[in-house]
């Protein structure tokens, strides 16, 4: 069965450097997103893609953060300097189309030290 | 005010019994999901719905737009059903986002 696939599923980095967290969304899906889950909280949407730019963004998603899709498979999410409260659980998801059942990867846990 | 409440908070059921877990949103919405999420933190989707009612084995997910509730039901319980259980709602409107609720932990003890 196609599945979301994000590495690494762990990664620890030290405050102020850069992290890129990656993703490769199922074939033939158009829309992509990424979410993060603090520990012991509930899960917030971070942004979402579709064709080639943002197309959502919440107020979390601020200039320190940005995703790309380099190529045809993966999809990124960089935080440029990262903050001891940018720990937490990041998901990638994806869907065919807006309005339909969006598949998560198994997340990638960020530690800030 | 959370725009998705979920309860009970936390559940604790003997093998086999019967279990649900409510959703209630203050949203308008397009869509409502159920989700997964195992102790090694992956979630997974077990259902989309946006009206009416859907099976998947022993699972059963209900939805009444007109007051805004969801249910989630597990039917004969087994410890592996043991995990968080996730309401999401997508608003109505051009959004694409998911608005999460806090989670049901569920567990299912032999």
């Known amino acids: 069965e196609p599945e979301v696939t994000q590495t690494p599923s762990h990664q620890v980095t030290q405050m102020g450097q850069e992290v890129i967290l990656r993703c490769v969304p199922i074939?033939?899906?158009?829309?992509f997103y990424w979410y993060r889950q603090i520990l012991g909280q509930k899960v917030e949407f971070l942004v979402s893609?579709?064709?080639?730019?943002?197309?959502?963004k919440s107020e979390i998603f601020d200039d320190q953060f940005s995703v790309e899709r380099p190529d045809g498979s993966n999809f990124t999410l960089k935080i440029r300097s990262t903050k001891l409260e940018d720990s937490a659980m990041y998901f990638c998801?994806?869907?065919?189309?807006?309005?339909?059942?969006?598949?998560f990867g198994q997340g990638t846990r960020l530690t800030v030290v | 005010k959370n725009e998705v409440e979920q309860s009970p908070q936390n559940l604790t059921a003997q093998e086999g019994e019967f279990i649900t877990i409510n959703c209630s949103y203050s949203?308008?919405?397009?869509?409502l999901h159920w989700l997964q999420q195992h102790p090694g933190g992956g979630i997974v989707s077990l259902f989309m719905?946006?009206?009416g009612k859907k099976k998947h084995g022993r699972l059963i997910a209900t939805i009444n737009i007109q007051e805004k509730h969801s249910s989630l039901h597990i039917t004969a319980s087994h410890p592996r059903d043991s995990a968080v259980y996730i309401c999401?709602?997508?608003?109505?409107?051009?959004?694409?986002?998911?608005?999460f609720g806090t989670g049901t932990l569920l567990a299912v003890q032999p």
């Open positions: 998801a994806s869907s065919v189309q807006q309005n339909t059942e969006a598949f």
């Open positions: 074939s033939n899906h158009l829309y």
């Open positions: 893609f579709y064709n080639n730019e943002i197309s959502e």
């Open positions: 949203v308008g919405i397009s869509a």
């Open positions: 719905l946006s009206s």
């Open positions: 999401a709602v997508k608003n109505g409107g051009a959004t694409n986002k998911l608005i």
